[in-house]
């Protein structure tokens, strides 16, 4: 079946702009889960969804950080008036479930560059 | 201190030797540990994972956790230049949902 699956693959983009970044996971998998990879630094957890709540937002780094999720399915990650540091890749993962053991699958990241 | 540790390498060996790979931690309450690869480019996929201490076995691949000295490990025997790849460990508590990464180490197996 089909991955998680992100989009754009690649965005370049000019300080002070705002970009949208999307990811559509896993059919039926109830959990969500947004992460940063800065180059050189492992995955950094921003943002959990259960259904179309967010009950963890504890790792945004900002208030220029938001992040939604509909339809308990699709989900978008918005960072208003960008900034250099926030050049990074975007993971977005999915899990049938959260808490104990469940697998995370992620998909293949948004490499945003901040001009 | 950072609550996972990992020494990013880089590490080249030639094909057919024994990789270790390991990461220490700092919070006990870890209870799941991951070994995720990550090939250039592409989002990390879950290789094996391990609950508790103790040994777990998957062809190749064998993954270790000594809790009491905060310990993991990924050994990967007989290595070939498929397994080139950033090898990131992952661990989280029982009840928490949130992965706690290291920062991966860059291996390259050279044919």
């Known amino acids: 079946g089909a991955g998680v699956s992100q989009s754009p693959s690649n965005k370049v983009t000019e300080k002070g702009k705002d970009v949208e970044l999307r990811c559509d996971p896993i059919?039926?998998?109830?959990?969500l889960y947004w992460y940063r990879q800065r180059l050189g630094q492992g995955l950094e957890f921003l943002i959990y969804?259960?259904?179309?709540?967010?009950?963890?937002k504890s790792g945004l780094p900002s208030d220029r950080f938001s992040a939604e999720r509909t339809g308990e399915s699709v989900s978008t990650l918005t960072i208003q008036r960008t900034q250099q540091e926030d050049s990074a890749v975007y993971l977005c993962?999915?899990?049938?479930?959260?808490?104990?053991?469940?697998?995370?699958?992620f998909g293949p990241g948004t490499r945003l560059t901040v001009l | 201190q950072k609550e996972v540790e990992q020494d990013p390498g880089p590490l080249s060996v030639p094909e057919g030797a024994i990789v270790s790979l390991n990461c220490t931690y700092s919070?006990?309450?870890?209870?799941?540990f991951m070994w995720y690869r990550q090939y250039s480019r592409k989002g990390p996929e879950l290789l094996m994972y391990?609950?508790?201490?103790g040994n777990k076995e998957d062809g190749r691949f064998t993954a270790q956790v000594d809790k009491s000295s905060k310990y993991i490990s990924l050994f990967i025997r007989d290595s070939q230049p498929s397994d080139s790849a950033t090898y990131l460990c992952?661990?989280?508590?029982?009840?928490?949902?949130?992965?706690?990464f290291g920062k991966g180490t860059l291996l390259t197996v050279n044919p």
């Open positions: 391990t609950y508790s201490s």
């Open positions: 992952a661990m989280n508590g029982g009840s928490n949902y949130k992965l706690t």
């Open positions: 059919s039926g998998h109830t959990a």
């Open positions: 969804f259960q259904g179309n709540s967010a009950p963890d």
């Open positions: 919070n006990s309450a870890f209870q799941y």
């Open positions: 993962a999915s899990s049938l479930a959260a808490g104990g053991y469940n697998e995370q699958f």
